[in-house]
């Protein structure tokens, strides 16, 4: 489980990545930008529920859901339950790690395409 909780994280931060990039370059809204954005909540919702796996804390199917549904609120409110004050940490290393990879996705996009910032 502990394998299926990392794997879950870096596809989070991949898809970001890939949804930075993709907007970076197509300013229109499109069906990918919905297929990248369910993606990353699928992916931070069973992050989170391999997780709770991992420490022996059950969810219920309706706390899943809401996972899946709200997970921008949720994924940090579940952090806190989980792991007490930690929580709050991994929050702040999670923010930072999402701002690396939206600056890190834009820096290498603009040296390959040649883009200048906006």
């Known amino acids: 489980m502990k394998t299926q909780r990392v794997i879950f994280v870096m596809a989070f931060y991949m898809l ?6 993709r907007y970076d370059v197509f300013l229109q809204r499109a069906l990918v ?8 909540a699928f992916s931070a919702a069973l992050a989170c ?9 059950p969810m219920v199917h309706s706390a899943k859901l809401g996972l899946l ?6 994924v940090p409110v579940y ?4 792991r007490g004050w930690r929580g709050l940490v991994w929050i702040g290393v999670h923010l ?3 701002m690396v990879v939206f600056a890190a996705a834009g820096v290498v996009l603009g040296s390959v395409l040649g883009l200048q910032a906006r």
């Open 49 to 57: 529920i391999a997780d709770s796996k991992v420490r022996s804390r």
């Open 69 to 74: 549904v709200y997970w921008p609120v949720t």
């Open 16 to 21: 970001l990545a890939m949804w930075t990039a």
């Open 96 to 98: 930072l790690a999402v």
């Open 33 to 40: 930008d919905v297929m990248l954005w369910v993606s990353i």
């Open 79 to 82: 952090l806190v339950w989980s």
